[in-house]
């Protein structure tokens, strides 16, 4: 390709990037959930840490920050306001003090029942192998970039 070529090659436009396709999908993701959460008093980290929580819970603030994709600096002022809010509790590992536990509380394991996301599977307009399929490439997209950005 000459100079001349280039000069006269289309620029790309913003919706030309995977990374904008991702990160405003990101953006109505926090928008369709903002409605369900706003009910139980909650924001879209806040409520993936109790997901996370749900699936396992007393875990160390090291190991939540590593399944949520969040430093320690930006857990713990979460983790306070969860704690502040009646859903989690937070204690010293007897094993080790260096190490902070965090564990649901009942209050934290009933909000289950009140958080109903259906909807918002139905409105992906995805069915559900398309949902799953879709899933799976983000999953990937983001591990092949966090392997990438390793080496």
Excluded: H
């Amino acid at each position: 390709m000459t100079p001349k070529d280039e000069k006269t090659k289309p620029a790309r436009g913003l919706g030309d990037f995977l990374c904008f396709a991702v990160y405003s999908a990101n953006l109505a993701f926090g928008r369709a959930y903002k409605p369900i959460l706003d009910q139980v008093g909650l924001t879209y980290p806040q409520y993936i840490t109790i997901v996370a929580l749900w699936e396992e819970d007393n875990q160390t603030v090291g190991s939540l920050g590593e399944k949520l994709f969040l430093e320690s600096n930006t857990l713990t002022p979460l983790l306070k306001k969860l704690e502040a809010m009646g859903y989690v509790r937070r204690e010293r590992a007897a094993a080790d003090e260096r190490q902070v536990v965090v564990s649901l509380t009942d209050a934290g394991r009933r909000l289950r029942e009140k958080i109903s996301t259906t909807n918002l599977v139905k409105a992906s307009g995805l069915n559900p192998e398309e949902f799953r399929r879709m899933r799976k490439g983000v999953a990937d997209l983001r591990d092949n970039l966090i392997k990438a950005g390793a080496e």
